[in-house]
């Protein structure tokens, strides 16, 4: 069937059409205004609703403090950290899969916030992070150095109990890194969910789809597998749905969607415009 008799086709070629003129007039713009521009914080401390701020409070005695962000793609240069124990990237780091030069930038800019605001980094991979997925283990490991790389996988970070998973529900995207795309991949996918473990704080590229949030890319088997834990999750972290940026209250604890993509610009120019998300979770919550 010729490209141009498919409508998804042609949208996405008009698409990338208008990216590249964009890139060349508009993007330079929002660059040097993201270089000028701080845009603070979204803060909470889990006792007053989230509020924008040029800068989070000292944190109080006996928290712990964690800034979340995804979605970055590329961009992450433009994204200020501030200080904190815990810095969680939730998938997506990179834009259209990738390569080895902006995947070497991604881990060098997750390094040096270890070496200057974080006290930990905890990293999960997402769809457009295909250079990553077929990197391997092994390779990922020396690319990150100290950066903590989650994959269906839990560890101890900041003395927290953390899990990672960076799969997401299969869309029309052709950026399908960590999605499985079988006939059977509801079912494979509810297999990743089952293994998500006790923990403090859950990582996944997936949004949940819990009542009440209506994340158009969301996961009802996640939210379904995160509520069936013992313990679940006082926190979970996640990006992947450009809408929905924010905190939430769910009946199992906290939930944020940490993506810095605003729509509709960011589906066009990649630039992040959203501020990181910064907690401080109470140590005796933990």
């Known amino acids: 069937m010729p490209w141009w008799t498919d409508f998804y086709a042609v949208k996405c070629a008009v698409k990338r059409a208008i990216e590249r003129v964009l890139d060349v007039v508009w993007v330079p713009f929002v660059c040097l205004y993201m270089r000028l521009v701080d845009p603070g914080v979204l803060y909470c401390n889990l006792r007053h609703p989230a509020a924008h ?4 409070p000292a944190p109080p005695e006996g928290t712990v403090r964690v800034v979340c962000v995804s979605d970055t793609h590329g961009y992450h ?27 070497a930038a991604f881990a060098r800019w997750l390094e040096q916030q270890l070496k200057t605001v974080a006290g930990a980094v905890a990293c999960v991979g997402g769809n ?8 391997g283990e092994a390779a990922r490991a020396k690319l990150f150095g100290g950066v ?17 998973s960076p799969h997401s529900y299969r869309s029309r995207s052709a950026n399908n890194a960590w999605q499985f795309l079988e006939d ?12 998500i473990k006790e923990c403090d704080i859950l990582i996944t590229h997936a949004p949940p789809l819990p009542p009440g949030l209506g ?28 809408t929905g940026y924010g905190v939430y209250r769910t009946s199992t604890g906290w939930a944020a969607n940490a993506g810095v993509q605003r729509i509709p610009l960011a589906s066009l120019f990649q ?8 907690f401080d979770v109470p140590a005796r919550e933990l």
């Open 215 to 242: 994340l158009p890319e969301g996961c009802p088997h996640l939210a379904a597998a995160v509520e069936r834990l013992a313990s679940p999750p006082f926190l979970h972290i996640f990006g992947h749905c450009h």
């Open 77 to 103: 240069e433009y994204v200020r950290v501030p200080r904190c124990d815990l810095l969680v990237h939730a998938g997506d780091g990179l834009v259209e899969g990738g390569c080895a030069h902006s995947g």
């Open 148 to 164: 903590t790389w989650l994959e269906n996988t839990a560890a101890k970070v900041s003395g927290l109990r953390v899990y990672g």
């Open 184 to 195: 059977d991949r509801t079912d494979r996918l509810k297999q990743q969910w089952a293994r």
């Open 53 to 56: 701020m040029a800068a989070p």
């Open 128 to 135: 457009h992070d295909k250079h990553f997925q077929d990197m």
């Open 271 to 278: 630039v992040p415009l959203r501020p990181p998300i910064v």
